[in-house]
């Protein structure tokens, strides 16, 4: 779905006093929306063309620490430029910012204006490009879980981010007193999303104490991740404008539940029908979708790493929290990692229950259309249904329990190599040992807790 401004719309807005700033703005590796902000008489002058920015930045931690070891950006090489290429059909109004447009841009190589290889949203749109190029429109949506907290980040930062309070005290599952208590922040959460052009469907409370979850309506799969990005930095903003905070951590307490962003997929064709549907089969599933799935349950490990970035990522793998432990697939069953929805529908659609919130979409959804495309190309059977409880199934595949395993896998996968490239490949796999390297060091609460006077 398009967004709400042109050019022209942008022109006649900023001579009604109505728009003077533009943000122009690309994901980094970790998802974060990183960019400049433009006064809209020079964007509209000509800044809409492109604009540059330092190659660092797909070179950073989430510290924005100048991570060593990265062939694409490093002090050797000087830290360059990338080009900021604004993809005009992202143009939107953001009104929970007064008088502020976004744009989102594309990374193009400086002197060749060629994407770059590592950018999220290139990735992305490589996969995009290889499913139409095999007659499909891959379709996605993404459901975002985060926490609400009644005090803001700055407070918690002074206070070391410890008595973190919760805006709710109680599991808040679909509570409708609770969550009018949030209004607040959650009324101007879905019109400022709306009044920027994401179609978004509803707000819930989630299954923990201060949990929510938003969903906007299914799209194309860039269309989604551009959407799950923007959708992130407004939760936030929006809160942090009431003084209150967010937080889109997998787990920010091993007591409470983890926060999710499952993936729902479906392969349409370029005039808009589904083709993962069969009125003749079982479950409502075609050969086709059967394949897709297949593809996805032969990759689980080696896409670990784009499901599930981070050593905090892991924590959220619990059993009876409704995240999955196994790379199984199951007709409506919250305990599998791959989920069947709508069976025996025109709707029917495969759900990855694997990402946490924390999660880079355009990476997630790059990886899961890589990995259900290549079970199409290679005609993969699927293994039968797992039934039950699948926490418990012992003989089944786990996902990865920790980044090094994940990390690991990635390295070695043949599929990925083929889908992304070495670079890529290489690229995010360092990324996962700097993350790894940076938490081994650390020394922790729990640590001190447990063994300062006991040791």
């Known amino acids: 779905m398009p967004a709400n401004l042109t050019l022209e719309s942008l022109q006649a807005a900023f001579d009604a006093a109505e728009i003077d700033t533009v943000l122009v703005v690309a994901p980094d590796m970790q998802g974060r929306l990183i ?23 797909l070179a950073l931690d989430m510290e924005m620490a100048t991570v060593p070891g990265y062939r694409s950006a490093s002090w050797s090489q000087g830290y360059g430029d990338y080009v900021m290429k604004p993809d005009l059909s992202t143009l939107r109004r953001l009104p929970w910012l007064p008088g502020t447009a976004m744009v989102m841009c594309d990374l193009l190589d400086h002197h060749t204006h060629e994407e770059i290889a590592v950018s999220p949203r290139a990735i992305l749109k490589r996969q995009v490009a290889r499913a139409r190029q095999m007659g499909f429109q891959p379709m996605m949506a993404t459901e975002l879980e985060f926490y ?5 980040y700055e407070s918690f930062r002074d206070r070391g981010f410890n008595d973190l309070t919760a805006i709710s005290a109680y599991n808040e599952d679909y509570h409708i007193f609770q969550t009018t208590k949030e209004e607040g922040v959650m009324r101007a959460i879905r019109n400022g999303l709306f009044g920027a052009g994401i179609p978004v469907e509803n707000t819930k409370g989630e299954a923990d104490a201060g949990q ?15 959407n799950h990005t923007i959708i992130k930095q407004a939760v936030k903003e929006i809160a942090w404008a ?19 962003s499952h993936v729902h997929q479906s392969l ?8 993962f549907h069969d009125p003749t089969d079982p479950h409502g599933m075609s050969a086709l979708m059967r394949h897709f799935v297949a593809g996805q349950l032969a990759a689980a490990r080696d896409m670990t790493v784009f499901l599930a970035p981070y050593v905090n990522s892991y924590k959220r793998f619990t059993i009876g929290m409704f995240a999955p ?10 305990t599998a990692g791959f989920r069947v929805c709508g069976a025996d529908s025109k709707a029917v659609r495969i759900e ?21 495309l290549d079970g199409i190309e290679r005609e993969l059977p699927l293994e039968p249904e797992m039934t039950g409880d699948t926490y418990h199934a012992d003989d089944a595949p786990e996902i990865p329990r920790n980044l090094r395993d994940a990390a690991a896998a990635l390295k070695g996968s043949d599929t990925f190599r083929r889908a992304f490239g070495d670079e890529v490949v ?14 081994d060091r650390v020394v922790t609460d729990f640590e001190l807790q447990r063994l300062f006077e006991r040791s």
């Open 426 to 439: 290489d690229h995010y796999h360092h990324a996962a040992e700097w993350e790894i390297a940076e938490t």
């Open 268 to 275: 349409w064709t370029a005039d808009g029908q589904p083709v």
């Open 212 to 226: 929510a979850e938003i969903n906007y309506r299914y799209s194309d799969a860039l269309d989604t991740a551009d």
């Open 325 to 334: 432990t196994r790379a199984v697939w199951s007709i409506d069953n919250r």
């Open 35 to 57: 960019g400049k902000r433009f006064h809209a008489a020079f964007f509209l002058d000509g800044g809409h063309k492109e604009t540059h920015c330092c190659n660092y930045l």
């Open 352 to 372: 990855c229950r694997i990402p946490g919130s924390d999660v880079n979409p355009y990476l997630a959804c790059a990886a899961l259309l890589a990995a259900g």
């Open 242 to 260: 009431q003084g209150q905070s967010v937080t889109f951590m997998a787990k920010y307490d091993h007591r409470r539940a983890g926060s999710s």
């Open 148 to 152: 609400l907290f009644e005090n803001s």
